[in-house]
């Protein structure tokens, strides 16, 4: 199963300034370990330490919201990784 | 509130639509809207609010016009550099649309003045550049029952949302509880001048609707923008049962400053520019930590200030004495205090946060000193 995962603006020091990346996962905990094996440290920021979604983050699959990393993820979804901005 | 002969002039287009004419442009007349923060967002929000005929026009914010600004906050011109940007701002306004009433609020929002400055309108939109401050602004529209047109930008990306009492989520739903420093912002990372422009201009597409009362506000819906992709997406976002400002047993009442919470705080020590500047005039020589960025920091910084930007501290941590209780120290206060947390989780003794910031030092103690 691979689905596409696009990463918020202020995670993008982790993949190399892609805004894309196809990784694989029939779950979003799956999900976000292909995404950390690929780019170290990205989960954490994430991710707490109890397998929580961090407060200012939010994940989507598609365009309804994943709460539990129990989420399902099917062939050809997009997980959007979105996180709360400061800048004015 | 009907329309002079000079005002249905200069509205004339409006007014040849259906959907704003005369009823509508008389609403806009009438209508008070509360622009937080006079930069790279209120700057457009502000122009296009002010052409519209929006009556009475609102510009908080506590800042003065610095060259930096001018990449993007379209508000200024090079003239402006050293004014403050509530007067600045409202003097082009006047400039553009004589005919609104402006108003300069020259002061930082806090808990202690929201509730008194937000009675004055019926409609904020927020464009600031600190956490603290959404969170702010957002418990007060909530608590206060006033709509807000919430957005942010960072390097090549923007959000938007709108809150309308009753009809859906509040920013606490969307984000709960964000630290400053786990956010980079736009000192930090840079920002795209022209990004804030479409941003900007959006929330007054949607002041004017839910003033108008036409069209769909951006209720329940996240809208963002990648402009390296020029892609705009949408995501549905739901009220949060437990939130702490408006879901089903609140826990936020009043308005607070998230600075002065002790969530995450504890151990930290809080130092004021008078008290910092006691401390090294009577010899002491605490260690000084400079978490700013490299022009920020070359613009002007405290002598022997050990210079570690933010985004390197948690690899730099080592360079820091366990023992020095050292003091952090940013622009403003918020990354120096992401700062003393790290500190603290790295069993770094006794941090200390400069309260205010650079800015305060420059306030309170040394004019000279430069901030950017």
């Not at chain 2, 409006?14 to 806009?28: R, W, Y």
């Not at chain 2, 808990?111 to 418990?139: M, P």
């Not at chain 2, 930290?268 to 020589?285: K, P, W």
Request: include cysteine.
């Amino acid at each position: 199963m691979t689905c596409t995962v696009r990463i918020a603006s202020p995670l993008r020091s982790y993949t190399e300034g892609a805004a894309t990346l196809s990784v694989s996962g029939r779950t979003l905990a799956q999900v976000l370990d292909s995404l950390e094996a690929r780019c170290p440290g990205i989960r954490f920021r994430m991710i707490d330490e109890q397998d929580r979604i961090r407060p200012h983050m939010r994940l989507f699959v598609n365009s309804s919201e994943a709460q539990q990393l129990t989420a399902a993820v099917a062939d050809g979804d997009t997980v959007h990784v979105i996180c709360a901005l400061s800048g004015g | 509130m009907s329309l002079s002969a000079s005002e249905r002039e200069r509205y004339r287009r409006h007014l040849a639509l259906p959907e704003i004419g005369a009823a509508g442009q008389e609403k806009l007349k009438a209508a008070r809207v509360l622009i937080v923060g006079a930069g790279g967002l209120g700057s457009p929000a502000a122009l296009y609010l002010a052409a519209a005929g929006c009556g009475t026009l609102g510009l908080i914010d506590g800042d003065r016009v610095d060259i930096t600004n001018l990449q993007r906050q379209v508000l200024f011109d090079s003239p402006s550099i050293g004014q403050p940007k509530a007067a600045a701002g409202s003097e082009r306004l006047r400039a553009l649309n004589p005919e609104l009433r402006i108003v300069a609020h020259a002061i930082e929002l806090r808990a202690a003045n929201v509730r008194e400055i937000f009675a004055q309108y019926d409609l904020v939109l927020d464009g600031t550049d600190r956490l603290s401050a959404r969170y702010l602004i957002n418990d007060a529209c909530v608590l206060m029952r006033r709509p807000l047109v919430s957005a942010a930008i960072h390097r090549f990306e923007g959000h938007l949302m709108t809150y309308v009492p009753d009809q859906g989520p509040c920013y606490r739903c969307l984000f709960p509880h964000a630290a400053e420093g786990l956010v980079a912002n736009c000192a930090e990372a840079g920002v795209l001048g022209v990004l804030p422009g479409v941003l900007g201009t959006l929330q007054a597409t949607e002041a004017i609707k839910l003033i108008t009362g036409i069209g769909a506000p951006l209720t329940g819906r996240l809208l963002t923008y990648d402009a390296l992709e020029m892609r705009f997406s949408e995501f549905r976002v739901t009220r949060r049962r437990d939130c702490a400002v408006c879901g089903d047993a609140p826990t936020i009442t009043e308005p607070r400053d998230m600075s002065t919470s002790t969530e995450g705080t504890q151990g930290i020590r809080r130092l004021s520019a008078a008290a910092l500047h006691e401390q090294l005039e009577r010899g002491e020589q605490p260690l000084l930590v400079d978490v700013r960025e490299d022009a920020e920091f070359a613009a002007g910084h405290l002598p022997g200030a050990l210079h570690i930007p933010l985004g390197q501290l948690p690899q730099r941590l080592a360079e820091i004495d366990p023992q020095a209780a050292p003091v952090f120290i940013c622009r403003s206060g918020g990354r120096s205090m992401a700062a003393c947390q790290m500190a603290l989780r790295a069993n770094i003794r006794s941090p200390a946060n400069l309260e205010g910031g650079m800015l305060a030092w420059a306030a309170d103690i040394d004019p000279r000193v430069r901030v950017v």
